[in-house]
């Protein structure tokens, strides 16, 4: 299936993927653990002067052996994410350090039952397909909240989970969670229900931490997502080819230690451009316009992609809130992302909106249906229905218009009434819909919930990062 939309011609394509080629084999990168480096070096990668340099055969070899579908499932083991070509899939962010409580306005910091919160919100939204943590909850250990976020996310939804771990224990405990929802460790690696998104420091630098997680992935045959994120201008040139050769570098050395550690690994390649850096106001930008560049290199690899949108720099539920979502929510659907997270966004990835996510969702519907495929049939033509009307007839009460309207798209969230039925309802804007739609879901909506003996097991795993935490810290 050809591509929609790509911001790049093939030279130019060319020319960025060697460039890629050329920073891992001539300039080379840091890799900050002894694995890692050992598997390279053994697979025919140089170390000199501290920099790991990677020969392109490697490259290409590991472009070879990845899969170029990956497909997640929910928690009953049924195929909910098919990962390749063009199919977009929509879900929220994680980590963001604040949230506006949609009961009070409010802009606070969020706690567990705001993490628990959202994801029964998620669990009900229907073109929210999988679900992250959303919040970083300031009332839990900090050192542990990751493996807190797990257990609420596995318990919440039977959606596909994409989990943000802080260190390697955490997404160790966040799969022996997962294992112990499916039955067994062989039914998570048959049928994996989550992954996890690894942030990267750079294309440059490969931290430890990041690493671990990404060989521990790749050794047990589940999914990774290894995005390496620069800030264009501070991290990576400011020049947006040169930043996209330097993130994809991090990305292709990424995809070749999961080769590495297992043939055939699940890879998750990224297509989140580096966001250049606002120079009046030193923010990295969400919602830039800048986008597709990364996706029109990763689009021509064939990998699943991971990408975002659905994000506003708006600091509350606006207009312009509404409007960055929607463009780039459809700018990724143009392009052909395939996991597009970051519904919901707000201050540039610093907050958390559950109205934001709403209007996302009604956002994520309009897109699906207008990309959905047309039919043209005899019915659909409806040629002897026109000739049966006749010129000047009407075709309310015919019954092929029974018979069809109800395949037309309607929104249950955007106002389309007229001015006497909107002001009769209450005269109320989109954000005070959305944010009475939420309330109505979290007072009504029950996800379907674990066994007692699973949700347990699930405890008890948290209750030892606990422990184990507070006994360092007290050291």
């Given at each position: 299936?050809?591509?929609?939309?790509?911001?790049?011609?093939?030279?130019?394509?060319?020319?960025?993927?060697?460039?890629?080629?050329?920073?891992?084999?001539?300039?080379?990168?840091?890799?900050?653990?002894?694995?890692?480096?050992?598997?390279?070096?053994?697979?025919?990668?140089?170390?000199?002067?501290?920099?790991?340099?990677?020969?392109?055969?490697?490259?290409?070899?590991?472009?070879?052996?990845?899969?170029?579908?990956?497909?997640?499932?929910?928690?009953?083991?049924?195929?909910?994410?098919?990962?390749?070509?063009?199919?977009?899939?929509?879900?929220?962010?994680?980590?963001?350090?604040?949230?506006?409580?949609?009961?009070?306005?409010?802009?606070?910091?969020?706690?567990?039952?705001?993490?628990?919160?959202?994801?029964?919100?998620?669990?009900?939204?229907?073109?929210?397909?999988f679900?992250?943590?959303?919040?970083l909850?300031?009332?839990?250990?900090?050192?542990v909240?990751?493996?807190?976020?797990?257990e609420?996310?596995?318990?919440?939804?039977?959606?596909?989970?994409?989990?943000?771990?802080?260190?390697?224990?955490?997404?160790?405990?966040?799969?022996?969670?997962?294992?112990?929802?499916?039955?067994?460790?062989?039914?998570?690696?048959?049928?994996?229900?989550?992954?996890?998104?690894?942030?990267?420091?750079?294309?440059a630098?490969?931290?430890?931490?990041?690493?671990?997680?990404?060989?521990?992935?790749?050794?047990?045959?589940?999914?990774?997502?290894?995005?390496?994120?620069?800030?264009?201008?501070?991290?990576?040139?400011?020049?947006?080819?040169?930043?996209?050769?330097?993130?994809?570098?991090?990305?292709?050395?990424?995809?070749?230690?999961?080769?590495?550690?297992?043939?055939?690994?699940?890879?998750?390649?990224?297509?989140?451009?580096?966001?250049?850096?606002?120079?009046?106001?030193?923010?990295?930008?969400?919602?830039?316009?800048?986008?597709?560049?990364?996706?029109?290199?990763?689009?021509?690899?064939?990998?699943?992609?991971?990408?975002?949108?659905?994000?506003?720099?708006?600091?509350?539920?606006?207009?312009?809130?509404?409007?960055?979502?929607?463009?780039?929510?459809m700018?990724?659907?143009?392009?052909?992302?395939?996991?597009?997270?970051?519904?919901?966004?707000?201050?540039?990835?610093?907050?958390?909106?559950?109205?934001?996510?709403?209007?996302?969702?009604?956002?994520?519907s309009?897109?699906?249906?207008?990309?959905?495929?047309?039919?043209?049939?005899?019915?659909?033509?409806?040629?002897?229905?026109?000739?049966?009307?006749?010129?000047?007839?009407?075709?309310?009460?015919?019954?092929?218009?029974?018979?069809?309207?109800?395949?037309?798209w309607?929104?249950?969230?955007?106002?389309?009434?007229?001015?006497?039925?909107?002001?009769?309802?209450?005269?109320?804007?989109?954000?005070?819909?959305a944010?009475?739609?939420?309330?109505?879901?979290?007072?009504?909506?029950?996800?379907?919930?674990?066994?007692?003996?699973?949700?347990?097991?699930?405890?008890?795993?948290?209750?030892?990062?606990?422990?184990?935490?507070?006994?360092?810290?007290?050291?």
């Amino acid at each position: 299936m050809p591509f929609r939309y790509s911001r790049l011609t093939d030279e130019q394509f060319r020319r960025i993927h060697s460039a890629s080629l050329e920073i891992l084999e001539r300039i080379g990168v840091r890799v900050d653990l002894p694995e890692a480096i050992a598997l390279l070096k053994r697979a025919g990668a140089r170390v000199e002067d501290g920099l790991v340099k990677v020969p392109p055969p490697l490259v290409e070899k590991a472009l070879q052996t990845a899969p170029k579908q990956v497909t997640l499932y929910n928690r009953h083991g049924e195929p909910a994410l098919a990962l390749e070509g063009e199919r977009c899939f929509f879900g929220p962010g994680s980590d963001c350090l604040n949230i506006i409580d949609h009961r009070t306005g409010e802009r606070r910091k969020p706690l567990m039952q705001d993490v628990v919160e959202g994801v029964i919100l998620c669990d009900a939204l229907p073109n929210i397909d999988f679900v992250m943590s959303m919040f970083l909850p300031t009332d839990v250990d900090q050192t542990v909240a990751d493996t807190y976020q797990a257990e609420a996310m596995l318990a919440h939804t039977t959606k596909p989970v994409i989990l943000v771990s802080y260190g390697a224990s955490g997404l160790r405990n966040a799969v022996e969670m997962a294992e112990i929802v499916v039955g067994s460790a062989e039914a998570l690696r048959a049928r994996p229900m989550l992954t996890c998104y690894i942030n990267v420091v750079s294309g440059a630098v490969h931290n430890q931490e990041s690493l671990e997680k990404l060989l521990y992935l790749a050794g047990k045959g589940l999914p990774s997502i290894y995005i390496p994120g620069s800030n264009a201008g501070v991290t990576s040139p400011i020049s947006m080819p040169g930043a996209v050769a330097l993130d994809m570098a991090g990305g292709l050395l990424g995809l070749v230690l999961s080769q590495l550690k297992r043939e055939g690994a699940p890879y998750l390649l990224s297509a989140m451009d580096p966001a250049a850096l606002d120079m009046r106001t030193f923010v990295s930008p969400y919602a830039y316009a800048e986008r597709g560049i990364i996706r029109s290199v990763s689009q021509r690899y064939g990998l699943p992609t991971f990408s975002l949108s659905g994000c506003s720099d708006s600091k509350v539920v606006d207009q312009q809130a509404a409007a960055e979502a929607a463009l780039t929510m459809m700018a990724e659907v143009l392009m052909g992302g395939n996991i597009v997270h970051d519904l919901g966004y707000l201050e540039s990835g610093l907050t958390f909106s559950f109205a934001q996510l709403a209007i996302c969702d009604q956002i994520a519907s309009w897109v699906k249906a207008f990309f959905s495929p047309v039919e043209v049939n005899d019915e659909t033509l409806a040629l002897n229905v026109i000739a049966e009307v006749g010129p000047g007839g009407q075709y309310l009460k015919h019954k092929h218009t029974r018979a069809h309207f109800r395949q037309h798209w309607y929104p249950d969230l955007f106002e389309r009434g007229n001015y006497a039925d909107w002001d009769q309802k209450g005269s109320l804007t989109l954000g005070e819909r959305a944010a009475a739609r939420v309330q109505k879901i979290l007072v009504e909506h029950h996800p379907e919930p674990l066994s007692d003996d699973v949700k347990a097991g699930l405890r008890q795993i948290v209750e030892r990062a606990a422990a184990q935490a507070a006994k360092i810290s007290n050291l």
